[in-house]
Each structure stands twice: as C-alpha cells, then as structure tokens.
C-alpha cells in the first residue's frame, strides 16, 4: 500500500511564492515517476509536472518558468515550488506516485490540497 500527503497549500497573494511537499510511504520505490496535478473548479485534473528516479522533469506550458519539482529519494519526498503565483493557478493541487507501463495498481494519488491565489 503505497500513501502520499501532501502539505504547504494555503492562501497566497498574486506574485506570491508556495513551496507544496508530498510525503510518501509504503511500498515505494524511488524508481517511481513522481508528479503534481492540479485540478480547478469545473475543469479536469491536469499535469503540472513530473520527475523521474534520476531527475529527469516535465512541465506544462503553463507553469515552466515559475515551478520547480525536484525530489528526494532517500526521504520519499517530493516537493513543488511554486513561484510567481497567478490567480489562475488556484486549483487543488495532487502528488502521484506512478510506475509507467505498470497499471493502474501502480498509479497513486493523494487526497489533493488547495491552493488559492488572490487578486
């Protein structure tokens, strides 16, 4: 059984920075890609970024530049950094944990925390 938590969401202002950790524990592996998803009212759940086993990392279009996900092996932790927030950044923002290829069996989701950015 493989668990993700994730912390550090909140209310910020526009321009304002948030760094979101995401605690893994149970049967994972650091060979796992690890990502945050963020999922906005009335929209569906979409990528933010990714990071693979050796540092290898994704993003979307609309957030390169001003986030950074990096991870640490050793303390299964995986972290988003969150810079030059938007108002349109608010979303409930998601830690998974997936082993591509694998299956759903290995596909993990955390509850989700919100992240709201005022105008």
Known sequence: QVQLVE???GLVQHGGSLRLSCAASGRI??????????????KQRELVA????????N?????????TISRDNAKKLVYLQMNSLKPEDTAVYYCNANKPGWGPLYDHWGQGIQVTVSS
């Open 7 to 9: 912390s550090g969401g």
């Open 59 to 67: 993003y979307a279009d609309s957030v390169e530049g001003r986030f």
């Open 29 to 42: 592996s650091s060979i796992y890609v690890m990502g945050w998803y963020c999922q906005a009212p009335g």
């Open 50 to 57: 990714t990071i693979t086993s050796g540092g290898s990392t």
